[in-house]
Nanobody, 123 residues
Framework: DVQLQASGGGLVQAGGSRRPSCAASGFTFDVAAIGWFRQAPGKEREGVSSITIDNGSTYYADSAKGRFTISRDNAKNTGYLQMNSLKPEDTAVYYC????????????????WGQGTLVTVSS
C-alpha cells in the first residue's frame, strides 16, 4: 500500500522552528517530486514548497521564501520542510504530497497525499 506519513507538527511560539517530515512507502520515492501544502482554518489549501526528484529545482511560495527550506533524503524515503521564524499566520495543517504529473507547484498534479500534521504558532 502507498503511504505518506506526515509528522513533526506541534505547538511553537512565534519566531520558533519546526521541521515536519513525510515518510513514504509503497512507491518509488526517489523518482517522485514532493510538495508541501497547507490549509489554515477557514481558508483554502495553498502550496508552500515543492522539490523535484533530483533536488535540482525547488519552489517556494512568497510566504515561505527565506524562512522555509524543503529537502529530501531519498535513502530514507523521507521529505522534510524546515520552517524557521514562524509566524502565527503559519498556523495550519501541513500536508505532504508526492509524485506529480504536472507542474510541481500544483496540488492537483500529485497522486499521493499524507494525512497532514498540525502546526500551531502562538503569538
Amino acid at each position: 500500500d502507498v503511504q505518506l506519513q506526515a509528522s513533526g507538527g506541534g505547538l511553537v511560539q512565534a519566531g520558533g522552528s519546526r521541521r515536519p517530515s513525510c515518510a513514504a512507502s509503497g512507491f518509488t520515492f526517489d523518482v517522485a517530486a514532493i510538495g508541501w501544502f497547507r490549509q489554515a482554518p477557514g481558508k483554502e489549501r495553498e502550496g508552500v514548497s515543492s522539490i523535484t526528484i533530483d533536488n535540482g529545482s525547488t519552489y517556494y511560495a512568497d510566504s515561505a521564501k527565506g524562512r522555509f527550506t524543503i529537502s529530501r533524503d531519498n535513502a530514507k524515503n523521507t521529505g522534510y520542510l524546515q520552517m524557521n521564524s514562524l509566524k502565527p499566520e503559519d498556523t495550519a495543517v501541513y500536508y505532504c504530497a508526492a509524485q506529480s504529473t504536472l507542474d510541481i507547484r500544483l496540488a492537483r498534479g500529485y497522486h499521493y497525499w499524507g494525512q497532514g500534521t498540525l502546526v500551531t504558532v502562538s503569538s
